[in-house]
């Protein structure tokens, strides 16, 4: 589906232009088009395949839906794969963006839901004096754009480990720790594997031999490049701290086992000595004055009493109970 | 045993040829002759190894099956090891396929049973246009083929994974869930070993000083190489949430383990109850009233019971029953 | 806020200036500006960017307190982001410094709460020789001083854990070694992540293709990042030593438990040879002489009592109690 | 001790000769002598050194048993040092080999027991035409000689680890498992440190600047580093492995732990609800009218192994018994 | 302190000299000073710091005892700060030395205790025909010494090792191999910390742009850097090893507690029988006929210990006893 589909000159906004009046607009030096596609279909990527001239691996990348993020040159052309993530409801959503920029014409190929890019052209057209940087400038400002959205999903996974640290002292919630841990981790992996690669391909857009597109543009491209690596260092955080408090989580159920035991082991060694004295005084022998006392019973179950009393103290003294 | 043996000429196949037929296709401009072999013996090798001018040390490496990947680079020509890895009853198969690429020829070495590369000949005799650029593209049409057939084995890997985890928060399962893993985490090496070597000699196809053979094809090596990369960023993540998985399931374990302490120890504090009043009430102490009582015995029942119930509940309240 | 606005002519102090005189400062050969702003808002960024053309996405990050440590060339000019690092009643606290230097000028841009640099800028002109390198010693001096202040919290988290090591052995502190552990980590991966990625953009000011403002005040630069990777190497270490701990913390745990299981063990066998002895002379069989002896019942007692003590002093002899 | 003493021209073996023999055959573009000296004395080498031109610190390497694998240049000369490894009754023997060698010489100095290398000498005689490259191509032989006795320890390794892995899922070996498998870790640490640095070394024969010496032999020095290769994603493959297999090992030690104690607590149930039942018949209350039936105490056996029987069955079916 | 200065020409001693006269020899070709510092005052270095030119930055750094190991270069001169490592008590203790070298001079300042070099300067002057590269040697004979008092130490680490090892798998000495592997990594850890930057630096001295100083003496830097290597791959192992070892340990912890627990079992279920039987008979029942028996008693006795011993001969067989 195509979602727009306009011609830029000097940065300025010309007019929303069809399919095939394309081939009018290219070639023009301060010229650009800018089209944006919404799950294509293989008709409509050959089509602009042919309008801009793109390499059939690209385009099958474009659509097929599993990419690693990266940049590629073709020629003179940029491809670039990204991923959008997003967080719903606890869950981390993924969808592909693919960018094709090359000398006059920028084509975004978005796939699966997840919002659009409407905010982007609106921003670009409201700087013209930054968009006759042209095709470079506009894959800058979608990029910019899929990875300050990383930002709340890392803030959301940030905030995640914070309550679980705050859970994972707490007695008798291990289980559920363990759950939101492993959950975690999971989800830190796959925001990790849509920054890191992209952050590796981005360092090629402004440090050693730039293509000759975005060579206008290249504090632009270092500053995506920056946000990348917060991410990736907050990611690298998350990761370890995850790991070490899945640790912490079995060192604390070893060590609530530990106190759960000491508490059984306390209440055995009273009602073992309660036991024992029951015993004795259930003993057959003929000759047990105490038996024949008025009070014997009474005093034998106070001291049964007494006896379990003072190790109750005792222990509870010990931290056992 | 020889498979096929056929000569191309711009891109189109001509015919097939006998095994001494090939040196009068060789040195022509547009023509390459290109030979498939399965489980070959020496003799048939020594005939190809002098037809085609191969170096000793690649054909040792051909015949021999258990080489690294690799890309290797002899004079002009090129040679290749890959390892064919396939998933059949939960087990991981490997064969190994070695690839000669020299101007005029390209010579395939299949050892062990695993599937053939028919379908590839077929699909490049399909495309001349594509089949013009001569035995770099058909080294191309096989790796492209090698590494294609990784991914279903990537992705059961990955359902294996997402089973376990449904598992590994469920009781009972640990042991199970174990062994799964282990087998998970080994299989998962087998293929990073098959994938990594390959995508790092790869990268010398497509970036830096490439192989005269290869220099118009680039843009395919690189996409083999994206592939490469795209399985080498799954295994890692099955690699690190198998190491995590083994770990929660240590302390799912754990936790299982005190859950089942602590509905022991009530039900042990509730039979100790229960025996220390029937060991009371088995004194021999002369004066013990209730002993005379009618209802004694009854009540005394009475009294264990609700004792019993009382700590049955409290227990079950406090999650431990 | 402007905290200082001065210019300097050969090292030395010219004499407190305003924001539009600043102008009249720039482009003689010797001279230059030093201005420290603390917490700006907008607008007084936006005069300084016009006065010193500073460069917009530079200007964004120095207000945007989010920033990862780095150095960036913007043509003749650097723009460099640090984090100050304090610890203040057990906690980090993170504050920003941005600044900007290129000839003839020095903006430095602190952000949050934190100390000031009141004292570089006094100590810097105590040095004329010194600061007659221009911006670029200015801007040693900003970071020297802040690199050296994260040394008292590198030691603070040195003594940190060698006073965790002396607990780690003791029984019963497992629980609060856990927590200070966890704390501990979390702190040394806040710290490694303010010198680490410094170190890297340090080492860009003295090795390589020097930026042309540092080159002569490279060793300068080398000290500093001397001084990084010294804090670098302590926190590897503290790294390193933590999971070891936690690792030895978790082993201790268990070994106290087995002790405890011992102890427990020792108890429960000596309670349970006692409730034997007393429900075998509980028995209720017709000819048992011994229930007739005179001397019977105490007898019998000191039989329990002495096999008891027997046991007791083979346990304790085992080391179990 | 010399072992062998030879001089070959064009790849021929030429004769035998004396020590002080050697000076006649240096020089000659074609000749090379080829000396093997087994633990030789300081004395012994100060000949050769003097005979070679050997660098004073490469002889002291030689003479010393502790070097790490390694490729050193001095001047047109090579000096190399190579672990052997061997398998003798389970525990591996690590001998050294140093070999000098230069336009005109290869000196090989193997220290320790361990098998000589009369084999590479004969099979280099049998292929005159590839020992005309000269002093590189014995060098080669001798160090695929040594990488190629690697393989068989690799072998025994996997093999050990894969008897520990059938061993490891079954009850009562964890002791055994683990003693095997530090072991195993220690030996495969041992291999590692043998190949991966010759490896690297190895690396510098056939790739880059490569010592004029190596220049036409680079294919076979390319083809050792291969084998390299191998062993160490062999290596890797079982270092990775034992650390999980040790930490399976103690999820398994968990897991048979908490199996231990649900059939105790089983047992201790069923003993506890018979304990409750003697003694409540055991109280003395005066109106107790199943005391008085005639079969009061059989039927009270009965009720008592009833209860007995059915929580067996009971924990029979739950699986804990 | 001044420990000695002493100037050299062509490899020779001159004389001992004072600190004035030092000028008087700088400059001619083939001679040089080298003085030796131990804890010298600020006022000391000053002198020196003004007689050889020394850079401000290093002069700090040699009086600062907490420096990290380097090889830094200023102008023509080297500047290099070592540790000094030595086992004392089963301590490590650490001294620094620092050594700037330059044409014409060497100094050495030494901090803390610790053994001096006057063996150093002994065997150079043994040996003038080395000495006469100058200041180059003098600083490799520093560092040779200094890396090679590294190995007692790296063998004593060892040898711990091999003593815990011994012990590890031995039953309760758990507590205590836990604290000497945990001093162990601790020591490990610093040793690595001398070694491995020394490394990293040592290789910019032989390879690469070689500084003009040390261009004659490569050879002998290169094979410190190789000792440097060897203490880098076996302290790689005692790390490797030890976290092995602490793994192991709790395993071996939590094999012996189930040993225990089923020692313990097996008492509990020989107890709970005899238990059960004593409170047969003692039920209240009228009609139990072997209660009348003449030996009911001792027959119950023989009963009872038969069934302990049968239980008892039964768990010996499996194991548990």
Redesign the interface.
Known sequence: MIVNCVAYEKGRRLQDIQTHEIVDYLGAPDRFVWVALHNPDEEEMATFQKVFDL?E?AVE?ALNG???P?V?E?GEALFMVMHMITMCDDQLETGQVAVFAGPGYVLSVRLHPGRGFAEVRQRCEHEPKLLRHGPAFVLYALMDTIVDRYFPVIEALQAELESI?DE??VR?T??RS??R??KL??QT?KLK?AAM?LGEATAHLFGGRVPALCRKTR??F??VY?HL??IE?AVD?IR??T????????????????E???R??A???I??????L???????????P????????PL??LV?GGTCGLLYQRFRRA?WL
């Open positions: 390499h691996l990348d599993h990419q690693r990266k590629e073709y640290e994972i002292f008798g291990a289980r363990l759950e841990l492993y981790k999971r992996m594997h690669p504090e632009y270092r500053d920056d690596h917060r260092s955080t370890e701290m790991i070490t408090a899945i640790q912490v989580n079995l060192s604390m159920v070893a060590i609530d086992e530990g759960v035991h000491k059984l082991a209440w055995a060694a009602f073992a000595v309660a036991t024992i029951a015993g004795i005084w259930g003993m057959n022998f003929v000759h047990m105490e038996l024949d006392w008025r009070l014997g019973y034998a179950l049964m931290g």
